[in-house]
């Protein structure tokens, strides 16, 4: 192989030499620069393998803390075991390849950067100088006068010496830049050989590790699949568990034991205390004591009566609470409280048997008839509670819509999202949940217990309304969810419907073709809901009224959904004020954005345009600097709504925001003399220790507007919140719910109870 320097040029000093030398100069920086990138990068491989190696290390030991869980199943114990360890053995292979490298890429360019390359520089700065050097002893030999001998010959001297000196440093130059240049192919080859070849050792232990691991494998994928068909079969079983839970009775166990009859179940007892306060309890006959204990936090009984045989049993009829009994003994008495007359029948016959039992030392014959009156009593009311669903069942599904589930279709759905306000069928339930509840809050139709006010929001809206909303824009070609979709199919349309929105309006479009019919539009507003049959119509949304076709954007028209006479969950117009205004307020065009229209919809209590300002991306928690930086949840409490507070709480709204004087929902409300939605912000555990900027809370208000039943629900709830923590706080916690329940019932079905005059007050 040649040289790519001459070395006469060199010794000449020639242009040409220069040129070259400038050439070799400019590919040793190129050189540089390209191995320090390599092994930066190298060096971040090695570190995140690094990392990997480290969390795959802490994965292997969670998968031990795993097998810990199957420690008495010895199958999947093993397996796991074996797995685990092979892994490891994988982290192992890779902790040795980065190590080599570390051993390979990074030392030996490191080492060669730092040696060759740095000695070529160093070359250059003695080449430079010395060329620096000679450069000006010529001018000085060029500049000696004729005349002066002395200084002619010691130039000449000079001149001899500095040029020998630069010839040599050249050579040295030139020598360390041919030495690099060539030093470098095999430098950069033999490093990537040698990481090849430790790949090559990594790959092939890997490999030979699975294939000892072939036969264990094959083995596992036959067991798993016999797990996979075992589950299969525990799962046909369980199709019809709804059924099984719907028609089969829970009854009180009452059975025999060798220390006598044994009764359990729930019974009230009431506390020693000055208090006097009823706590619920699991109580249970046996071994001839009377024993109970918390339905949980704590798996210990607490033993009531330790010898029956000291204890007598009598009903007691002389107190304000039915169903009650005592259980007497020489030293403590008793009072304890059944749910129905049949159940403090059992408890009383139960415990006089398990005196007798204890005196004389023998069970009870299997021919008693106790479990009958047992039997009768939860009959009725599981009876009672199934009718009940039912019923609310059969109406929400006549909502229009409802009776198909509101994504794919299917009929008859069973499961309802209580936030969005419509049906869905089993499948696509599953896929809501998995959305988060800050999207879909999922219940059951049939096997829940529902809030009056959950029912109302699902009546204002309804699987018809809602798809007006989140429907509104499907392109035709886009693949709908079907009853008999794939899962993932199902889930990218529910996904793109709920969470992207990708097919609701956006208010651009809605301006744009308003347009159409609108010649200048200058101001919005939203209509006022109502749901009398006179508010109802079947105009577009875009209608207006006759004195304002020409300027106003009006929301909430083409939302609405026909009157079905025979449904009875009714809405809460009675309760609320300024619905027969027909003139609703209106702002100006350039104002409208979803924040605004959610704020407006809310008071004007229609719960569609609330969805349809959900959908576009409304924040529940935007303040309106406009009027007293008030939220959408002040209006809708202003508005005297329940449904409209229920849906937005429902929807993520924050219960306590207040506005430039102080006041929460709560002040609003308990200012306004709303009794149905201070129940209902109690209920949410609204703070009522917030004073407004006057210094007011929510008692005092209602204190001095003299509204005896807000006055009672906020001292209930402070007294509730002094209780919990307590020795009777489950019991307070119950006392209070069983009034919220109440008020709510009370709002629902007769809401002109609550709307009380001074005068009757």
């Not at 307590?726 to 307070?732: A, E, I, K, L, T």
């Amino acid at each position: 192989m040649r040289l790519n320097i001459d070395l006469n040029e060199c010794l000449r000093d020639s242009p040409k030499f220069r040129s070259i030398l400038e050439q070799e100069e400019a590919n040793v920086d190129q050189l540089e620069q390209k191995l320090d990138k390599i092994i930066k990068l190298c060096g971040n491989v090695v570190d995140s393998g690094k990392a990997y190696v480290a969390q795959q290390s802490l994965f292997a030991n969670g998968l031990w803390d795993l097998s810990a869980h199957f420690k008495e199943d010895t199958l999947v114990l093993s397996s796991l075991s074996k797995l685990i360890h092979n892994l490891q053995e994988m982290n192992k292979f890779h902790t040795i390849l980065l190590d080599q490298a570390s051993r390979t890429i990074l030392r030996n360019l490191t080492s060669f950067c730092k040696s060759d390359i740095k000695h070529v520089r160093d070359c250059k700065q003695h080449f430079e100088k010395i060329s620096q050097d000679l450069d000006t002893v010529l001018v000085r030999n060029s500049q000696t006068a004729r005349n002066k001998s002395p200084e002619i010959e010691e130039i000449g001297n000079l001149l001899v010496a500095t040029r020998s000196c630069f010839g040599h440093q050249a050579m040295d130059y030139v020598y360390s830049i041919e030495i690099l240049q060539n030093r470098k192919r095999h430098e950069v080859l033999s490093t990537l050989l040698s990481y090849m070849h430790a790949c090559t050792t990594y790959y092939h232990q890997g490999s030979d590790l699975c294939e000892d691991l072939e036969p264990f494998l094959k083995k596992l994928a036959e067991e798993v699949a016999t797990m996979q068909e075992e589950t299969i079969t525990i799962e046909k079983k369980l199709e019809n568990r709804h059924s099984f839970v719907t028609n089969k009775e829970i009854i009180p166990n009452l059975a025999k034991s060798k220390g006598g009859p044994i009764l359990e179940g729930y019974l009230f007892k009431r506390t020693s205390n000055a208090f006097k306060t009823w706590n619920r309890r699991w109580f249970c006959l046996r071994d001839n004591q009377l024993v109970y204990r918390k339905r949980s936090g704590d798996d210990n009984y607490t033993v009531m009566e330790e010898d029956l045989r000291l204890c007598t049993v009598k009903p007691v009829v002389d107190t304000e609470r039915r169903f009650c009994f005592e259980v007497v003994s020489p030293l403590k008495c008793h009072m304890l409280q059944a749910d129905s007359e049949e159940m403090l029948t059992a408890w009383i016959l139960a415990v006089q048997r398990a005196v007798g039992v204890a005196f004389q030392n023998h069970p009870i014959s299997s021919d008693t008839d106790t479990n009958k009156p047992l039997e009768t009593a939860f009959n009725k009311i599981a009876n009672e509670k199934k009718r009940k669903k039912g019923r609310i069942w059969e109406q929400l599904l006549r909502i229009p819509g409802n009776d198909k589930c509101c994504d794919c279709g299917e009929s008859n759905p069973s499961w309802a999202s209580i936030n969005l306000g419509v049906t869905l069928c089993i499948e696509c339930s599953g896929v809501h949940r998995s959305l988060g509840v800050h999207y879909s809050k999922v219940r059951s139709l049939t096997l829940d217990d529902w809030e009056p006010e959950c029912i109302k929001v699902m009546a204002e809206l309804g699987n018809t309304v809602v798809n007006k909303v989140y429907e509104a824009n499907v392109p035709e070609n886009y693949i709908r969810a079907t009853p008999m979709c794939t899962n993932s199919i199902r889930e990218n349309w529910i996904k793109s419907k709920y969470v992207e929105r990708k097919f609701v309006y956006k208010l651009p479009d809605i301006t744009e073709r308003a347009s159409r019919n609108l010649m200048n539009i200058r101001k919005w507003s939203v209509r006022r809901l109502r749901r009398r049959p006179r508010s109802c119509d079947n105009s577009r949304k875009n209608v207006v009224s006759k004195q304002q076709r020409d300027s106003v954007l009006m929301f909430g028209n083409d939302l609405d959904k026909p009157i079905n006479e025979t449904f009875d969950i009714s809405s809460d117009q009675d309760s609320t004020g300024g619905e027969d205004n027909d003139t609703p307020d209106e702002e100006d065009i350039s104002k409208l954005h979803p924040d605004r229209l959610l704020y407006k919809a809310a008071l004007a209590h229609n719960l569609p345009v609330m969805c349809e300002a959900l959908a576009l991306g409304a924040n529940q928690q935007w303040k309106n600097e406009d009027d007293h930086n008030r939220s959408a949840i002040h209006e809708a409490v202003l508005s005297g709504s329940v449904m409209s507070c229920a849906y937005l709480l429902l929807n993520g709204a924050k219960i306590d925001l207040q506005d430039d004087r102080g006041q929460t929902p709560l002040h609003l409300a308990t200012q306004g003399g709303h009794t149905a939605q201070v129940c209902l912000l109690l209920k949410h555990r609204a703070d009522q220790h917030l004073n407004d900027n006057e210094g007011l809370l929510p008692l005092m208000i209602a204190e001095q507007k003299k509204d005896a039943d807000i006055v009672t629900l906020l001292r209930l709830g402070r007294l509730n919140e002094e209780m919990k923590g307590s020795d009777m706080g489950v019991c307070g916690d119950d006392t209070f719910n069983d009034v919220v329940r109440d008020f709510s019932q009370m709002a629902c079905s007769h809401p002109e109870r609550l709307q009380r005059t001074k005068n009757s007050e």
